[in-house]
């Protein structure tokens, strides 16, 4: 996909998917975050997709997750049995929008860390292996 193709594939996520994101249009190019009470302005979704569709990595079959907050917009890739098998953010918190990902600290949690590009963002997100592996260990196995 060019840029181009890019940019109207993602447009249309956001479409898609804001009603499932917990968030509703406000009727004036933006939209209402309930959990957070807060609204997203069109022109962040906007920032958004361009630094998405900037990035070289390949976007097809890609879902708009959640928005665990305001200036953080999650991403996934399931696999064909419907998993989700690569995750990516888009952090806005500081001003600027970048891939970024979840790595897994003891003591601390869950925190995130800025990427280069979209791949390493996959590349080195611990999420999914973190929550598995967590299930797992209160599974028993």
Same mark, same amino acid.
């Given at each position: ?19 499932? %994101?917990?968030? #509703? ?28 569709? $900037? ?15 305001? &200036? ?11 998993? #989700? ?11 600027? %929008? ?31 292996? &973190? ?5 797992? $260990? &209160?599974?028993?196995?």
């Amino acid at each position: 996909m060019n840029y181009q193709e890019k940019t109207r594939y993602l447009s249309e996520l956001f479409a898609d998917y804001l009603g499932d %994101c917990d968030c #509703e249009p406000n009727g004036d190019g933006t939209f209402h975050l309930i959990s957070w009470d807060e609204d997203i302005d069109e022109d962040l979704v906007n920032r958004v997709i361009e630094v998405i569709a $900037k990035d070289e990595y390949d976007i097809q079959g890609m879902q708009l997750r959640e928005i665990s907050h305001p &200036k953080i917009f999650s991403f996934s890739f399931r696999d064909e049995n419907g998993e #989700e098998e690569r995750l990516f953010d888009i952090d806005c918190t500081d001003g600027r %929008c970048r891939p970024s990902y979840v790595v897994w600290g003891e003591g601390v949690g869950f925190t995130m860390k800025n990427a280069i590009s979209i791949s390493e963002a996959i590349d080195k997100n611990e999420f999914v292996q &973190k929550c598995e592996e967590m299930e797992n $260990k &209160k599974k028993g196995l």
